[in-house]
């Protein structure tokens, strides 16, 4: 297992420090590569929509083991592009704040509730709730970013968000530690049903 999680960790880290690296050269203006890989890195971040959801999916691969640990968190961020690309391009998807609240709902409840579905099936799950986040940060790219390197920041910033959820995953190798990612999944269902309701205000 550890070997799983070694590779993508070094990689992320790389790209992590290769983007400050070029960002502290350039300018802060996203049009820029640097600027726009940096503004997508930091706008999952900035929203607790996203963040709660895409730790989530790090928690529920970790829980199902093995290969959901790893399979999960590369469908997510490879799902959202595609949708981030169809944000770009302004085709429309309704229900988009209603789908991300609903992810942190669905992907929390499912830790919560220790659902162990089929990796087919998690997969599915994962992937649908996808495109409604890669569809949100595409519709709010800025206007000056540079989009491909804007949708490379997210995505890395989407890893980065997996690999706490699995890092805060692995707690069910124990079991003291398994209630502790039960009641996680449960707080980021319930702080979805929170973002829901502000959907409908």
Do not use: C, K, Y
């Amino acid at each position: 297992m550890n070997t799983i999680l070694t590779r993508p960790t070094r990689l992320l880290l790389a790209l992590l420090l290769l983007s400050l690296a070029s960002a502290a050269r350039a300018h802060a203006d996203a049009s820029t590569l640097a600027g726009g890989f940096w503004s997508g890195l930091l706008h999952p971040v900035l929203g607790w929509d996203h963040v709660v959801a895409m730790v989530a999916v790090g928690l529920w691969g970790a829980f199902l083991g093995a290969p959901a640990i790893w399979l999960l968190p590369v469908i997510f961020p490879t799902v959202m592009a595609l949708g981030g690309a169809l944000g770009v391009a302004g085709v429309p998807l309704p229900g988009v704040e209603i789908g991300i609240a609903a992810s942190a709902i669905a992907v929390g409840g499912a830790v919560a509730l220790a659902w162990r579905a089929p990796i087919g099936l998690a997969a599915v799950v994962v992937g649908a709730f996808a495109v409604f986040h890669g569809h949100a940060h595409g519709t709010e790219l800025p206007q000056a970013a540079h989009a491909v390197a804007f949708s490379a920041g997210f995505v890395v910033a989407t890893g980065l968000l997996h690999l706490a959820g699995i890092a805060l995953g692995l707690l069910v190798r124990w079991p003291a530690g398994t209630w502790v990612v039960r009641a996680s999944g449960g707080a980021i269902s319930l702080a979805g049903l929170f973002f829901l309701s502000q959907a409908f205000l």
